[in-house]
């Protein structure tokens, strides 16, 4: 079973605050993504990347960077976090993109914003 | 646009009665599948079905769902609710264009 590891598992920042969460997934998966999940929205897409050095822009990437260092390893950069980025985040990989891939999430990374 | 709809935010059942979680989409891909992703409580989102075949039922853990393209449904259903069971249900399209789309997603809460 795949295995998606994100850091840390909670975060509290302040306004105008520099912010980095961590994904790790250790199956050799093809594709990465960075959702926000908040009540009355579901799960809504950041980012994503199909491998190292590649960066997509998903629905909602307004304030937000990411970057895939590696096939394994890839980040959320909020450079100035506002409370509306208040969020659970989650990191999901799957193997490839196909229309019946499924993503695999990780613990997910609560964020606070003060 | 594409889109996926879950009508119910909450739905509340009795154990052992029967439940069904209603799912509808909209799409301009002809590749696409589906799938039910289930939510623990402070756990992450896990994949518990997924179907592209038209009219052919899928199951697993006790739950069962049948992809029906002519009324653009994917409704998640099983006989008797669990206690177990009680978790946050999402529905989700994928295509081969890029990105899977969720639905915002069902709170199954069962009652003893």
Redesign the interface.
Known sequence: EAA?TQSPRNKVTVTGGNVTLSCRQTNSHNYMYWYRQDT??????IH?SYGAGNL?I??VPDGYKATRTTQEDFFLLLELASPSQTSLY?CASSEG????????????TRLTVL | GDSVTQTEGLVTVTEGLPVKLNCTYQTTYLTIAFFWYVQYLNEAPQVLLRSSTDNKRTEHQGFHATLHKSSSSFHLQKSSAQLSDSALYYCALSTNAYKVIFGKGTHLHVLP
């Open positions: 998606v009355g929205h579901g799960l809504r897409l994503y997509q998903g629905d989650f993109w196909g229309s019946a891939e499924t993503l695999y999430f990780g613990s997910g």
